[in-house]
């Protein structure tokens, strides 16, 4: 296949197959808070569901940044300049702002929020978080656990782990119930969007007429076994 082929056979919107296009469903929407979304080349280059790419065109203020190490990443490094917001990194860590707690808005402060995300595997996030020494001091926050990924077509190593777009939901619901944001429930199409592209993909991978790109037959994550490097290794970087 040649590449004009290639090209006529992918929507330029959102980087998918047209047979997967996610444009129909996607619904953008303003947030007083910005979104900057750190992708790991990986992620921007390999990955077919692709979450945190959707999850930007629905967020209309929000970024994507595609780099391993963001010290000298010109583009980042302005956004955590600008003074118009107070930044805060969603990842977990022993101290951290809980946005499912009391009393957010006084503890994330007057300022706009800008919340900096990391997109990519665990492995891959925890180097992205080591190599980017200028995220090591900027406030953490998180939220409660006990919501389980309904992403079930991919093997999460941890069962409160959740996917970029589910984290993103989880943040502005919380956010909402603070008072710091009023989206008013068009947060939902971020789940919306994200359940389509669930529900075409087990659609096509139980169609054993259609090519994929996988080495091996498709199989669901309750048929998998848990690699034991999960249960032994630290998923999250620490200062």
């Keep these: 296949m040649d590449s004009v082929t290639l090209e006529m056979n992918l929507c330029l919107v959102c980087r998918r197959r047209l047979v997967t296009c996610l444009c129909p469903h996607i619904v953008p929407f303003d947030t007083t808070s910005r979104f900057i979304i750190l992708m790991h080349p990986k992620e921007?280059?390999?990955?077919?569901?692709?979450?945190?790419?959707?999850?930007?065109?629905?967020?209309?203020?929000?970024?994507?940044?595609?780099?391993?190490?963001?010290?000298?990443n010109v583009e980042f490094q302005k956004l955590l300049a600008d003074q118009e917001y107070e930044t805060f990194v969603l990842y977990p860590g022993e101290t951290v702002i809980d946005l499912s707690g009391e009393n957010v808005a006084e503890k994330l402060g007057p300022k706009k929020q800008q919340f900096v995300v990391i997109d990519g595997t665990w492995p891959c996030?925890?180097?992205?978080?080591?190599?980017?020494?200028?995220?090591?001091?900027?406030p953490r926050v998180s939220f409660k656990l006990g919501?389980?990924?309904?992403?079930?077509?991919?093997?999460?190593?941890?069962?409160?782990?959740?996917?970029?777009?589910?984290?993103?939901?989880?943040?502005?619901?919380?956010?909402n119930r603070a008072g710091v944001?009023?989206?008013?429930?068009?947060?939902?199409?971020?789940m919306l969007v994200f359940r389509e592209t669930v529900r075409m993909q087990k659609e096509l991978a139980s169609d054993p007429t259609r090519e994929g790109y996988r080495r091996k037959p498709f199989s669901f994550p309750e048929e998998r076994r848990m690699s034991k490097k999960w249960t032994e290794r630290s998923l999250f970087f620490k200062v």
């Design 147 to 175: 919501r389980r990924s309904e992403f079930s077509i991919k093997h999460q190593p941890h069962p409160d782990c959740l996917s970029t777009v589910e984290s993103i939901h989880q943040v502005l619901l919380d956010l």
């Design 181 to 190: 944001e009023s989206t008013q429930g068009r947060e939902e199409n971020l």
């Design 125 to 138: 996030a925890k180097k992205m978080m080591k190599l980017s020494t200028c995220l090591h001091y900027v």
């Design 44 to 72: 921007f280059k390999r990955e077919k569901i692709g979450t945190g790419r959707f999850t930007h065109l629905i967020l209309k203020n929000s970024k994507i940044i595609v780099d391993v190490g963001f010290d000298e």
